[in-house]
């Protein structure tokens, strides 16, 4: 059949279902035509937002021909091909936007926006997400960080956060937003429990307690009166009080009843300083001050004002509290009280009694007044002065009258004359008494030479002036030898020293003389029936003639000696008067003629009461013949009325040897 016939409906039209498929003729060629080469059988269209592809053909075959694909780049795909660069929304084919001159496909719900227009929904939520709806509401949000549902649905913000700040915070005091969402689309309010306005105490002594919110409002106040209690912030009124601070200043704690109680004024009855007002319990009772130390009192008996609660002075001469113990000190308290304080001995009590003491030898007295108290517990000093009138001390506390009676009454070195005591004459001053000299001597000299002189010089041819004596004027020495003898037998007389001559010389024997001489007054005879006799074997002087020698054995009975001075030896049954050889110095040397022997030599004195007195004792062993010892001492003056002067040694028992003395001699 011709192409383009089918008259007998060999061939389907198939066209309206596949586009390149048989059209319903025949082909010529005894086949059913295909569609033609070059038909349209596909429609331009865009395979994505950016991919062109151009319309289909068919082949002439029965196939449909792709067109080829355009990549359309940053530029949108269109229905016709690539889209150029837009200026604005309304450039760009439905379903897209204009974005820096491209359109681009606006975005599904959830995905990331920048405008409205970006968006399917026609919405940008604030967070730039597309969003199912405008969700401008308070506390909603698209986002589901914010919501907990899925990005581009709109819904409630979870509570406790405010991600748009759509609930700026109200001060916690007004009860109102608390700065969060509350999980419905509302501000959440602050809570039950929220502090809306703290406790307080007011200057009245109110408690307020602690409101809180409710409600979106403040709770209602409520007040309580404290009294006398503590406003505690936040605990309230401090009832039942443990201590004085639970209380308000104007009162105390009374722990016993766990109240507290109001201070009470001075004067009032207390037990503790807290229950004062003054803050000082003194003596049992509220007082104006701490009235401290002793000798002060709040009470009126005691301190004399006229109501208790003062503190004052315990009255003077009393102590009812004995704080003022008595001091031992002479002029320590007395054991009262005076002025505020405990009392001392007043003022010119005496603390020391008058004093006066006599000087070694009473050479000063000294005397020293009673001392005073100075009433602040110290004695006073004083001046000691000397007694007046140089008298000496009648006892232990004064001074004798200064009109003397006597010398015993002055002072050492001065002697009482008229009444009045005088300072003794120095040496060689005219005198007429013993105790008008400093020396204690005034001998009364027959030439009427009477001074003070430096010994007692008490013979009759001795003087103590230069005319009596040629010595200085003061010095004891034998008187000169003149025309009228005034010394002659002087010494024979009283035997005061052993005299050679009329001058009065010192007594001195040498023994060298044969025979001695025979008007000394020497107390032995010297002959072989005294054994005493004269020799010239040995002799201590240098070119001297002898010695005396002493027989020992029975004649002596071992202790041979010589009586060298006696009172007068012609009348020695009289023993009225004596010889004075105080402070005379002895001297003698004595030698053993024989063997060895212990040996005690000594001087001998009888007093006139015949009371023996024994000098220097020279003790030795005499062991070689020839050799000289020698005997010195001084006579005591106590000795000054002697009967006998003897030298005497004690030897061995039965010792047959000969003891010799020589040079003995009175100075």
Same mark, same amino acid.
């Given at each position: 059949?011709?192409?383009?016939?089918?008259?007998?409906?060999? %061939?389907?039209?198939?066209?309206?279902?596949? &586009?390149? =498929? $048989?059209? @319903? /003729?025949? #082909? +010529?060629?005894? !086949?059913?035509?295909?569609?033609?080469?070059?038909?349209?059988?596909?429609?331009?269209?865009?395979?994505?937002?950016?991919?062109?592809?151009?319309?289909?053909?068919?082949?002439?075959?029965?196939?449909?021909?792709?067109?080829?694909?355009?990549?359309?780049?940053?530029?949108?795909?269109?229905?016709?091909?690539?889209?150029?660069?837009?200026?604005?929304?309304?450039?760009?084919?439905?379903?897209?936007?204009?974005?820096?001159?491209?359109?681009?496909?606006?975005?599904?719900?959830?995905?990331?926006?920048?405008?409205?227009?970006?968006?399917?929904?026609?919405?940008?939520?604030?967070?730039?997400?597309?969003?199912?709806?405008? %969700?401008?509401?308070?506390?909603?949000?698209? &986002?589901? =960080? $914010?919501? @907990? /549902?899925? #990005? +581009?649905?709109? !819904?409630?913000?979870?509570?406790?956060?405010?991600?748009?700040?759509?609930?700026?915070?109200?001060?916690?005091?007004?009860?109102?937003?608390?700065?969060?969402?509350?999980?419905?689309?509302?501000?959440?309010?602050?809570?039950?429990?929220?502090?809306?306005?703290?406790?307080?105490?007011?200057?009245?002594?109110?408690?307020?307690?602690?409101?809180?919110?409710?409600?979106?409002?403040?709770?209602?106040?409520?007040?309580?009166?404290?009294?006398?209690?503590?406003?505690?912030?936040?605990?309230?009124?401090?009832?039942?009080?443990?201590?004085?601070?639970?209380?308000?200043?104007?009162?105390?704690?009374?722990?016993?009843?766990?109240?507290?109680?109001?201070?009470?004024?001075?004067?009032?009855?207390?037990?503790?300083?807290?229950?004062?007002?003054?803050?000082?319990?003194?003596?049992?009772?509220?007082?104006?001050?701490?009235?401290?130390?002793?000798?002060?009192?709040?009470?009126?008996?005691?301190?004399?004002?006229?109501?208790?609660?003062?503190?004052?002075?315990?009255?003077?001469?009393?102590?009812?509290?004995?704080?003022?113990?008595?001091?031992?000190?002479?002029?320590?308290?007395?054991?009262?009280?005076?002025?505020?304080?405990?009392?001392?001995?007043?003022?010119?009590?005496?603390?020391?009694?008058?004093?006066?003491?006599?000087?070694?030898?009473?050479?000063?007295?000294?005397?020293?007044?009673?001392?005073?108290?100075?009433?602040?517990?110290?004695?006073?000093?004083?001046?000691?002065?000397?007694?007046?009138?140089?008298?000496?001390?009648?006892?232990?506390?004064?001074?004798?009258?200064?009109?003397?009676?006597?010398?015993?009454?002055?002072?050492?070195?001065?002697?009482?004359?008229?009444?009045?005591?005088?300072?003794?004459?120095?040496?060689?001053?005219?005198?007429?008494?013993?105790?008008?000299?400093?020396?204690?001597?005034?001998?009364?000299?027959?030439?009427?030479?009477?001074?003070?002189?430096?010994?007692?010089?008490?013979?009759?041819?001795?003087?103590?002036?230069?005319?009596?004596?040629?010595?200085?004027?003061?010095?004891?020495?034998?008187?000169?030898?003149?025309?009228?003898?005034?010394?002659?037998?002087?010494?024979?007389?009283?035997?005061?020293?052993?005299?050679?001559?009329?001058?009065?010389?010192?007594?001195?024997?040498?023994?060298?003389?044969?025979?001695?001489?025979?008007?000394?007054?020497?107390?032995?005879?010297?002959?072989?029936?005294?054994?005493?006799?004269?020799?010239?074997?040995?002799?201590?002087?240098?070119?001297?003639?002898?010695?005396?020698?002493?027989?020992?054995?029975?004649?002596?009975?071992?202790?041979?000696?010589?009586?060298?001075?006696?009172?007068?030896?012609?009348?020695?049954?009289?023993?009225?008067?004596?010889?004075?050889?105080?402070?005379?110095?002895?001297?003698?040397?004595?030698?053993?003629?024989?063997?060895?022997?212990?040996?005690?030599?000594?001087?001998?004195?009888?007093?006139?009461?015949?009371?023996?007195?024994?000098?220097?004792?020279?003790?030795?062993?005499?062991?070689?013949?020839?050799?000289?010892?020698?005997?010195?001492?001084?006579?005591?003056?106590?000795?000054?009325?002697?009967?006998?002067?003897?030298?005497?040694?004690?030897?061995?028992?039965?010792?047959?040897?000969?003891?010799?003395?020589?040079?003995?001699?009175?100075?």
């Amino acid at each position: 059949m011709r192409d383009g016939l089918d008259p007998h409906d060999d %061939c389907e039209d198939k066209a309206a279902t596949e &586009a390149c =498929a $048989a059209d @319903g /003729q025949c #082909d +010529g060629a005894g !086949a059913c035509r295909k569609a033609a080469r070059g038909r349209l059988c596909a429609q331009p269209t865009c395979l994505d937002a950016h991919t062109f592809s151009a319309a289909g053909i068919c082949d002439g075959a029965g196939h449909c021909f792709s067109g080829a694909r355009i990549d359309c780049g940053a530029y949108l795909c269109g229905d016709d091909g690539c889209a150029k660069p837009c200026t604005d929304s309304a450039a760009c084919p439905n379903g897209s936007y204009c974005a820096n001159g491209i359109c681009e496909v606006r975005r599904g719900n959830g995905q990331v926006c920048g405008a409205d227009g970006e968006c399917e929904s026609g919405f940008c939520s604030a967070e730039r997400i597309c969003c199912d709806g405008a %969700c401008g509401g308070t506390c909603m949000a698209c &986002a589901a =960080a $914010a919501t @907990g /549902q899925p #990005d +581009g649905t709109c !819904a409630p913000v979870r509570a406790g956060i405010d991600p748009r700040a759509d609930c700026p915070a109200d001060r916690e005091e007004s009860c109102g937003r608390n700065g969060a969402c509350d999980g419905s689309g509302r501000c959440d309010l602050y809570g039950a429990g929220t502090v809306c306005a703290p406790a307080t105490c007011d200057p009245g002594g109110r408690f307020t307690a602690t409101r809180t919110c409710g409600g979106g409002a403040c709770a209602a106040a409520a007040t309580e009166e404290c009294g006398l209690s503590v406003c505690d912030v936040p605990s309230g009124c401090r009832r039942g009080c443990a201590a004085d601070g639970d209380c308000i200043e104007s009162s105390y704690c009374d722990t016993a009843q766990h109240t507290c109680a109001a201070k009470r004024a001075n004067g009032a009855s207390c037990g503790a300083r807290q229950e004062c007002l003054s803050g000082n319990c003194v003596d049992r009772v509220c007082c104006n001050s701490p009235c401290a130390g002793p000798c002060a009192s709040c009470l009126a008996v005691e301190n004399g004002q006229q109501a208790d609660g003062t503190c004052g002075d315990v009255v003077e001469g009393t102590d009812p509290e004995n704080e003022c113990a008595p001091s031992p000190a002479a002029c320590g308290l007395d054991g009262f009280c005076g002025h505020g304080r405990c009392r001392f001995a007043t003022a010119n009590a005496t603390c020391t009694g008058a004093r006066c003491v006599n000087a070694p030898g009473n050479t000063s007295a000294m005397f020293t007044p009673a001392a005073p108290c100075d009433g602040q517990g110290a004695c006073l000093e004083v001046t000691s002065r000397p007694c007046p009138g140089s008298v000496r001390c009648l006892s232990d506390r004064e001074c004798l009258p200064s009109v003397c009676g006597s010398d015993v009454d002055c002072l050492g070195g001065f002697y009482c004359a008229a009444g009045t005591c005088t300072a003794q004459k120095t040496l060689g001053s005219t005198c007429s008494a013993d105790d008008q000299c400093a020396t204690g001597s005034c001998p009364e000299g027959s030439q009427g030479d009477a001074v003070c002189c430096a010994t007692p010089c008490p013979l009759a041819c001795q003087g103590c002036s230069l005319a009596a004596t040629g010595a200085p004027t003061g010095t004891c020495a034998p008187r000169l030898a003149n025309a009228t003898a005034v010394c002659g037998g002087a010494c024979r007389q009283d035997f005061g020293l052993c005299s050679s001559g009329i001058s009065c010389q010192e007594t001195a024997w040498t023994f060298d003389e044969s025979p001695p001489q025979t008007d000394l007054p020497y107390a032995w005879a010297p002959d072989s029936m005294s054994g005493i006799l004269y020799s010239s074997k040995w002799n201590h002087t240098p070119g001297g003639y002898g010695s005396l020698g002493v027989i020992a054995g029975p004649l002596w009975d071992a202790a041979p000696g010589i009586v060298l001075c006696e009172k007068d030896p012609n009348d020695r049954g009289n023993y009225s008067t004596s010889m004075n050889l105080g402070g005379k110095m002895l001297d003698a040397w004595v030698l053993f003629d024989g063997p060895p022997t212990t040996a005690v030599c000594l001087f001998q004195l009888y007093t006139s009461d015949f009371i023996l007195d024994e000098l220097r004792v020279l003790s030795f062993v005499a062991q070689q013949p020839g050799l000289w010892y020698q005997l010195h001492d001084t006579v005591p003056l106590r000795d000054a009325n002697l009967l006998k002067l003897l030298i005497r040694c004690v030897l061995d028992d039965g010792w047959p040897g000969t003891l010799y003395i020589d040079d003995v001699s009175i100075r």
